[in-house]
């Protein structure tokens, strides 16, 4: 996937470097030399100059909601809704962007009524809104097929969506996908995959159970999205998520950094020190993990504070609405020491092959 073409004539933000005269650079372009795509998640905002920054920025967009299940169909007897997701294709191709789409399946915006028809019918409620979502959005380059279906604890399939999830019925998902779309990436996404805490580590080892399991019952898996939403509470264990890269890697896997961000809940009150605080977390964070040829994906979770699901208050471990500064850019769409740390990375890590693609 190229770099997306920049609207109302600008590539990201006016300015420079805070230490030196350099404009500001694309990542995507930064990214694209190293075989690394770089995307963001898009809100569906029509602010000119974030879409403008946005469009300079990255080569792809995931739609931050309105693919998930139950916006796009709540009712079973009433039409789908497909304006806003639409719209969010509209811009990408103006922009030239590519399309994740994100999420088929997901406990967090299931489709309410489908748990009532019992799993056989309520799995094809799935299959079918999945089928309504890949026939519209053929040029999608890839897709959420589950998100967040494996547990901390207890089973290791997540049983929240009102029906009996297990690796038939998630198996069943990514097959019937991979028919419809036999050339696109499908991904299994998750949380908890990279921080300090023990239950990081353990859901490490299940995600690995869970993807041999499906692997075994023929699920067309092919990357694992690790979110990446950078805890300042509980910190990182680089070791652990490094083997746990080479794990996936090691069964022909690519891996996303799909949801990046920081969490600065604990970091300084000084909002300059601060800012140092959450670019370093970006810099241990990406240079260990850059460093491993299966990353192939960066995507950030809103690229600027304007526009973010943490400044939104939407988070439940995080400073109040309006007061953290997760992203690269500020309010101002104004680069911030953390998008020179991502800058850093990107320009400091090994090339690799390009992702594959239909």
Not at 37 to 44: H, L, P, T
Request: glycine residues 10%; contains cysteine; neutral net charge.
């Amino acid at each position: 996937m190229g770099c997306g073409a920049a609207l109302l004539g600008t590539v990201g933000p006016r300015g420079t470097h805070p230490a030196a005269a350099n404009p500001v650079p694309s990542l995507c372009d930064l990214g694209r030399r190293k075989g690394i795509e770089v995307g963001a998640a898009f809100s569906g905002h029509a602010d000119p100059d974030y879409r403008a920054l946005v469009a300079g920025q990255v080569g792809l967009i995931t739609p931050e909601w309105c693919l998930k299940p139950g916006y796009v169909h709540p009712d079973r007897h009433g039409p789908y809704r497909f304006a806003a997701a639409d719209e969010a294709y509209r811009f990408a191709r103006s922009a030239a962007l590519g399309v994740h789409g994100h999420t088929l399946f997901w406990h967090g915006d299931p489709l309410a009524w489908a748990a009532e028809l019992g799993p056989s019918e309520g799995f094809r409620a799935y299959r079918d809104v999945a089928a309504a979502l890949v026939s519209r959005y053929p040029d999608t380059v890839s897709w959420d097929v589950a998100n967040e279906v494996v547990s901390e604890t207890g089973p290791l399939w997540r049983g929240q969506l009102g029906l009996p999830v297990n690796a038939e019925a998630v198996a069943g998902l990514f097959r019937h996908v991979g028919a419809l779309a036999p050339k696109r990436l499908l991904c299994l996404n998750d949380y908890n995959l990279e921080c300090g805490a023990a239950w990081c580590r353990d859901k490490q080892a299940r995600m690995i159970r869970a993807v041999d399991e499906l692997r075994a019952r023929g699920a067309p898996v092919g990357a694992i999205g690790l979110q990446g939403h950078l805890s300042s509470r509980h910190g990182l264990d680089l070791d652990a998520t490094l083997a746990f890269v080479r794990q996936l890697a090691s069964r022909g896997l690519e891996v996303h950094l799909s949801e990046l961000d920081v969490n600065d809940v604990v970091l300084a009150d000084a909002v300059e020190r601060r800012d140092e605080q959450v670019a370093d977390l970006y810099r241990t964070y990406l240079s260990a993990l850059l460093s491993e040829p299966a990353v192939s994906r960066i995507t950030f979770w809103g690229l600027t504070d304007f526009d973010h699901w943490m400044t939104r208050g939407e988070a439940e471990d995080v400073r109040p609405a309006g007061q953290a500064r997760p992203a690269l850019f500020d309010r101002s769409l104004r680069p911030k020491p953390s998008f020179w740390a991502v800058a850093e990375c990107l320009r400091d890590a090994p090339a690799r092959r390009p992702s594959r693609r239909g």
